[in-house]
């Protein structure tokens, strides 16, 4: 996909800043990209061709997100989205309805990456780059100690 | 009683070339207007989905033109569509995997 039609769906991005990471890929989704499996779609539809653990509500509701990773990573919820020494943070996005539209995850320099649907994978510094009509606004912080950190 | 001489399915009022056509516009909104979207449900309620959907098997040589071609994610579609239920890549948990099934149900049945 263009940055064109990136910004045009994401207008802050180009101010607040990003760099695109992949190309465009349709076989893994943003909440699989956040929890690091880049081979399925985490998606609590029954449609074929998704995962997601049976001992999930299979809702598109925040608690829902909450719930699988903290089954699919040992995330829980955190207050700040700033980075902190020895913790990885994942972001989750809600729309006007409530729904989870989006999650991004934490990089060592601070920084997010996003997988944008079926477009590409991108770096971007803030998260307010990606607040907007299609993703709507951050709702939770998530974080989990860093494997390394971990006892 | 006056009785109303209305075609019965959409493509009773097509040709195959304006069927096409209504399809790839179709096809080529619903991608650009979802093409950031994470979830099947919220990419299948767009209304240019559902008006594929509405086109029932007419829609099943393009819709796996796309799934070969562009790729997308056609599943909810092809589940919706195809009767009696058939749904070649059921359990499965991995998208390609679920679109390599699909696909070649579209070749054994010859719409692929």
Request: aromatic share 10%; glycine share 8%.
């Amino acid at each position: 996909m263009p940055g064109d039609e990136i910004e045009s769906a994401f207008p802050r991005l180009r101010l607040e800043g990003y760099s695109i990471t992949s190309p465009e890929a349709d076989d893994y989704n943003c909440i699989a990209w956040a929890g690091g499996d880049t081979a399925r779609k985490w998606d609590p539809d029954l449609t074929s061709g998704r995962f997601w653990p049976d001992s999930v509500p299979r809702t598109l509701d925040l608690e829902s997100f909450v719930q699988l990773f903290a089954v699919k990573g040992g995330y829980s919820p955190c207050d700040s989205e700033a980075i902190e020494e020895g913790f990885e943070k994942i972001a989750l996005f809600v729309g006007l309805d409530k729904e989870v539209t989006h999650s991004a995850r934490q990089l060592p320099s601070g920084a997010w990456t996003s997988k944008l649907g079926d477009w590409e994978d991108i770096e971007h510094k803030s998260l307010s780059g990606l607040e907007s009509a299609c993703y709507g606004r951050v709702a939770r912080i998530l974080r989990r100690p860093l494997p390394d950190q971990a006892d | 009683m006056a009785t109303l001489n209305m075609p019965n399915t959409w493509a009773e009022q097509a040709t195959p070339e304006s069927l096409e056509q209504e399809f790839n516009e179709l096809a080529r909104r619903w991608r650009s207007e979802t093409g950031m979207a994470s979830f099947i449900r919220q990419k299948a309620m767009h209304p240019a989905y559902q008006m594929i959907i509405g086109m029932g098997k007419d829609a099943l040589p393009f819709i796996f033109r796309e799934l070969r071609g562009r790729g997308g994610d056609w599943l909810w579609a092809l589940e919706s569509i195809v009767r009696p239920k058939v749904n070649p890549a059921q359990g499965t948990t991995n998208f390609k995997e679920a679109v390599a099934a699909w696909l070649k149900w579209g070749k054994d049945n010859g719409y692929a």
